[in-house]
């Protein structure tokens, strides 16, 4: 357990759907991320909330949309995803933003698009 | 960010020392080296971090050559349950994190 916990753990979707993943913090932490693990690929970094705010976006294609309501918590939105999305999608977060402190990360979210 | 350079796979007999080696012959004054590592089909999780000095914590211990071009993680007594792929990570702050191919490392009984 790391203090960072993610819902569902596994989500089957078709290209029409639209649904959301959830991630939470218990650590009192100041910065989230949203990472994408493809099989057999490197992390890519997605997005940065730094104090709720966005702060970096990768490039990433509007069909995923994050929210940061608070600092414990992180939401991403999915709309008409399409199958070579479908990864293995990880949260995390970390205490300060611009320090050096390590980042905790989720079990993630294992994501099949249909 | 500097770029770091890590063999694709190393094996290690249960009980030894697991040495991982990692390369950053471009790293800045200002930038840590973190080591991650990553079991199958779960989140990476943070091993140790440093700047200059050696460090050991409860995991691992993490060497740096003295020019910073070079460190390596040990991990004392590998166990099957340290079978994972190892990142190593430099970076001037935690909050944005560069996740190469990394190191697998599989403990053979």
């Known amino acids: 357990e790391t203090g960072v916990t993610q819902t569902p753990r596994h989500l089957v979707m078709g290209m029409t759907n639209k649904k959301s993943l959830k991630c939470e913090q218990h650590?009192?932490?100041?910065?989230m991320y949203w990472y994408k693990q493809s099989a057999k690929k490197p992390l890519e970094l997605m997005f940065v909330y730094n104090f709720k705010e966005q702060t970096e976006n990768n490039s990433v294609p509007s069909r995923f949309s994050p929210e940061c309501p608070n600092s414990s918590h992180l939401f991403l939105h999915l709309h008409t995803l399409q199958p070579e999305d479908s990864a293995l999608y990880l949260c995390a977060s970390s205490l300060d933003p611009l320090g050096v402190d390590e980042q905790f990360f989720g079990p993630g979210t294992r994501l099949t698009v249909l | 960010d500097a770029k770091t350079t890590q063999p694709p796979s190393m094996d290690c007999a249960e009980g030894r020392a697991a040495n991982l080696p990692c390369n950053h012959s471009t790293i800045s004054g200002n930038e840590y080296v973190y080591w991650y590592r990553q079991i199958h089909s779960q989140g990476p999780q943070y091993i140790i971090h440093?700047?200059?000095n050696n460090e050991t914590n409860e995991m691992a211990s993490l060497i740096i050559t003295e020019d910073r071009k070079s460190s390596t993680l040990i991990l004392p007594h590998a166990t099957l349950r340290d079978t994972a792929v190892y990142y190593c990570i430099v970076r001037a702050g935690a909050n944005n994190l560069f996740f190469g191919t990394g190191t697998r490392l599989t403990v053979i009984p």
């Open positions: 440093g700047l200059k």
């Open positions: 650590l009192g932490h100041n910065a």
